[in-house]
Structure formats: structure tokens, C-alpha cells
């Protein structure tokens, strides 16, 4: 059974930083492209950023939401079985639900949460102003 697990969400002041983990279990972990998405009330849930599988002849390529580029920075550890991300310079606007996502259509459909099959179960993450 695929289980992800997020964690490092919490309260932080504009333009501070958080570091997202989401441990997978269930998987080979290597051959999951993996994305992080959020949620806001009232907001549809919405593409932040992705990493490809590792296995893959275009390994670890990444993509970012044009609100987030720059700012935010997805990585992955293989060998632990986690996917990061690391969010600087955060924004009242960043709050949200934070999921992560597990799937293997990067390269066609990476945006859409309907194309990754596993997710979290959400970390909040909510920044003051």
C-alpha cells in the first residue's frame, strides 16, 4: 500500500523560510515523478512544483509555478525515500494546504492533480503578514 507522508508545515512571518518533507513508502520511490501541490479555502488545489523520476532517460527535471519560481525548491532524496521543498521569501499569498503527489506522467501532464495517483495527506502551511 503507497503511503505519503508530509511533514514541516506550520506559522511563519512574510518573507520567512519552511522546508517541506514527504516520505514515501509503498513505491519504488526512484520511479515516481513527484509534485507538490496546495490548496487554499475556497481555491481549487493547484500546481507548485515537480520533479521527475529518477529512472528516467531526463532524470530529476524540474518545473516550477510561475508564482513560486525562484522562490521555492524541490528536491529529492532517493536513498531516503523523500521528496523536499523548500520554500524562501514566503508570501501571505503561499498559504495554504500543502500535498504531495505521486505519478509517472511528468512529461505530459505534470500540472493537473487528476494525472498523479497517491497523495498526502496535507501539511499547513500559513504565513503572516
Known amino acids: 500500500q503507497v503511503q505519503l507522508v508530509e511533514s514541516g508545515g506550520g506559522l511563519v512571518q512574510a518573507g520567512g523560510s519552511l522546508r517541506l518533507s514527504c516520505v514515501a513508502s509503498?513505491?519504488?520511490?526512484?520511479?515516481?515523478?513527484m509534485g507538490w501541490f496546495r490548496q487554499a479555502p475556497g481555491k481549487e488545489r493547484e500546481f507548485v512544483t515537480a520533479?521527475?523520476?529518477?529512472?528516467?532517460?531526463?532524470?530529476?527535471?524540474?518545473d516550477y509555478a510561475d508564482s513560486v519560481k525562484g522562490r521555492f525548491t524541490i528536491s529529492r532524496d532517493n536513498a531516503k525515500n523523500t521528496v523536499y521543498l523548500q520554500m524562501n521569501s514566503l508570501k501571505p499569498e503561499d498559504t495554504a494546504v500543502y500535498y504531495c503527489?505521486?505519478?509517472?506522467?511528468?512529461?505530459?501532464?505534470?500540472?493537473?492533480?487528476?494525472?498523479?495517483?497517491?497523495w498526502g495527506q496535507g501539511t499547513q502551511v500559513t504565513v503572516s503578514s
Open positions: 503527489a505521486a505519478g509517472t506522467r511528468y512529461f505530459s501532464g505534470r500540472y493537473y492533480p487528476g494525472n498523479y495517483d497517491n
Open positions: 509503498g513505491l519504488t520511490f526512484s520511479s515516481y515523478d
Open positions: 520533479i521527475s523520476r529518477s529512472t528516467s532517460r531526463f532524470a530529476d527535471r524540474t
